[in-house]
């Protein structure tokens, strides 16, 4: 059968609310022919997600409706290779060995993570060229840019490479509007100094990762990085789950087509953000 994602805005809900209503599609998934996988909830966002596998779309809004009446706003073919690689898994997660009891907190999931990657171009090339010092103030400059974009759009830190970082959301929309602010503050200061100008690279993604002593490992960081290394400098280069998690925020996304990245076995669809002001 084929597998579905479908999207419900549920602005209020807790993630009590949303572990609740699962446990309600779980009983009635054998009355529509359905398996439930797996779901995904942003509460600060208000969005929840739902991987089913179903006979039919219309299958799946008769399911939601009887159990709980929530409808959901879109559902979407997808194929399940490419949202286990995105968002790290496509079942429910176990928590031992045992069998799982199901319960509300047990289904609870807060590893969902949007990372961002940073890449200053010719940064090598800047420091052959302006000499120790300067470069290091120019640095100076592109870190202080980025670190107040992160803390206007609450972005987490994770990793300072030099020349770049690695950053973590908790909303994909405010990755977005993070990129587009560091894009533009760049952009500001390439115009004011035409001779310093700093231009960078940015690749985002969302998903599971794993968390050991607040850093990130995973398929989800792996992808985000070639996603970052295939966007030309001063362009915000995102995977489909982020455009798809920033339906109706007023973003404009184009369709960059297929791409393949280094280390994974299928081409990935990749979209452009666009941050000129117009």
Not at 43 to 58: T, V, Y
Not at 238 to 243: D, K, Q, T
Request: aromatic share 8%; net charge negative; proline share 4%.
């Amino acid at each position: 059968m084929p597998i579905y994602m479908d999207r419900h805005n549920l602005k209020g809900a807790t993630a009590k609310a949303l572990a609740d209503a699962h446990q309600k599609d779980l009983k009635l998934q054998d009355k529509y022919g359905i398996k439930l996988l797996t779901y995904w909830f942003d509460e600060g966002r208000g969005s929840a997600f739902c991987l089913i596998d179903a006979p039919a779309k219309e299958k799946v809004k008769q399911l939601h409706k009887e159990a709980h009446g929530s409808i959901p706003h879109k559902i979407m073919e997808v194929n399940p290779d490419t949202v286990e690689a995105f968002l790290g898994r496509i079942e429910d997660p176990q928590l031992s060995s045992e069998p799982l009891i199901p319960s509300s907190e047990s289904l609870v999931d807060s590893a969902f993570r949007v990372i961002m990657f940073t890449d200053m171009k010719d940064s090598t090339a800047i420091t052959t060229r302006l000499g120790d010092t300067r470069a290091l103030e120019l640095f100076r400059t592109h870190n202080h840019i980025t670190r107040d974009a992160l803390k206007t759009h609450c972005g987490r830190e994770i990793q300072h490479t030099g020349d770049g970082f690695m950053i973590s959301f908790t909303s994909a929309s405010q990755a977005v509007e993070c990129a587009i602010t560091i894009q533009r503050s760049y952009a500001a200061h390439s115009k004011r100094h035409p001779d310093t100008k700093i231009n960078v690279r940015i690749g985002i993604c969302a998903g599971e990762p794993v968390e050991e002593d607040q850093r990130l490992f995973g398929s989800t960081v792996q992808l985000t990085s070639r996603i970052c290394d295939k966007a030309e400098p001063d362009q915000i280069l995102v995977a489909p789950v982020i455009r798809d998690l920033c339906i109706g925020k007023q973003f404009s996304f184009e369709d960059r087509g297929e791409f393949a990245l280094k280390g994974f076995d299928q081409p990935f669809r990749i979209f452009e953000a666009q941050w000129q002001e117009t």
